[in-house]
């Protein structure tokens, strides 16, 4: 079932609303970006594979723009402009690589940067 976002004029689906108000709320608050685990408590979920598989629906629905690093990220609300906070915990500058594309894997270590 879906319904129409408020805050994005856009049909979303339940959990959706609830994820992106989620990450708006810490965005305006400048908190760090909730994780997984905490969005997938939000929605009563279980499978850890949800929260990020929303997040990147609304990264590619233009509504937030993620920045991945090894374990974090930061989000920015492309309605408002604002970014969530570093985690006070996220030591590391270096950027997510995704899994098969290290030193050594088939691709040569060639990570495509956007």
Known sequence: ???????????MSPSETIIYDALCEAARDKMPCPSNLDLEMMI??????????????????GLIEVLRWQRFRTV??????EWTMKASNHQTTSAHVPRGCGAGSRSG??????
């Open 1 to 11: 079932m879906r319904s129409l976002n408020p805050r994005t004029g856009q049909e």
């Open 44 to 61: 009563g979920c279980n499978s850890s594979s949800v929260a990020p598989t929303i997040v990147a629906r609304l990264e590619a629905r």
């Open 76 to 81: 920015k609300i492309c309605a408002t402009g």
């Open 109 to 114: 270590g060639k990570v495509l940067v956007r």
